[in-house]
């Protein structure tokens, strides 16, 4: 499965972003796709996944009530609408297609897209 992310972008604080990321090759066993971002000097963290067969929601608890993930019905495309951006939120944001569980964990997603630069200013 190959990802390609992209929406990133500089925005003022309480801003909007919408992020993409479109999987090719994709296979029947990558039905959760989400988002993690990684700041400068921070680990990467799991920001919000979703379950394509289910259209169960998961979100870290930072960004749940302004983050909102979707996809659409061909389980091909993710996306991460962001409102009310805050400075915390300024970070590379990493699709990922998840191969096992906990969607939290790194661990369980089988591949990585490249990073999309989200750049929030005051």
């Known amino acids: 499965v190959q990802l390609q992310a992209c929406g990133g972008g500089l925005v003022q604080t309480g801003g909007s972003l919408r992020l993409s990321c479109a999987a090719s090759g994709r296979t029947s066993s990558s039905d959760v796709m989400g988002w993690f971002r990684q700041a400068p000097g921070k680990e990467r963290e799991f920001v919000a996944a979703i379950n394509f067969s289910s259209r169960n929601a998961y979100y870290a608890d930072s960004v749940k009530g302004r983050f909102t993930i979707s996809g659409d019905n061909a389980k091909t495309t993710v996306y991460l609408q962001m409102n009310n951006l805050k400075l915390e939120d300024a970070a590379v944001y990493y699709c990922?297609?998840?191969?096992?569980?906990?969607?939290?964990?790194?661990?369980?997603?089988?591949?990585w897209g490249q990073g999309t630069l989200v750049t929030v200013s005051s």
């Open positions: 990922a297609a998840y191969g096992s569980i906990p969607y939290t964990e790194k661990r369980a997603v089988s591949n």
